[in-house]
Nanobody, 116 residues
């Protein structure tokens, strides 16, 4: 059984920063070898990939490049998303995703609200 628990969301003014965390537990194997990502879903919109990290690469959606940074602490089995220069259009529920072999796991989501 794999569990992902996100935290760090909240309400922030435009231009502010937040850091999201996603703690993984259970039968995840070697954490730093697992593909992981942050997704977000705004009201009325489809869930979209924000940032992804694999053993050898990091990718971001164009709208967050230069503002968001994905990273992970392998000793803590925790994935992070540092979000700077936040904009109202970043408002969404943010989810972390972990792939273990052929299985995909999602966290429960954390709300990020950016006021103008």
């Amino acid at each position: 059984q794999v569990q992902l628990v996100e935290s760090g969301g909240g309400l922030v003014q435009a231009g502010g920063s937040l850091r999201l965390s996603c703690a993984a537990s259970g039968s995840i194997g070697i954490f730093n070898l697992k593909p992981m990502g942050w997704y977000r879903q705004a009201p009325g919109k489809q869930r979209e990939l924000v940032a992804a990290i694999t053993f050898g690469s990091i990718n971001y959606v164009d709208s967050v490049k230069g503002r968001f940074t994905i990273s992970r602490d392998n000793a803590k089995n925790t994935l992070y998303l540092q979000m700077n220069s936040l904009k109202p259009e970043d408002t969404a529920v943010y989810y972390c995703r972990l792939v273990v072999r052929e299985d995909v796991y999602w966290g429960q989501g954390t709300q990020v609200t950016v006021s103008s």
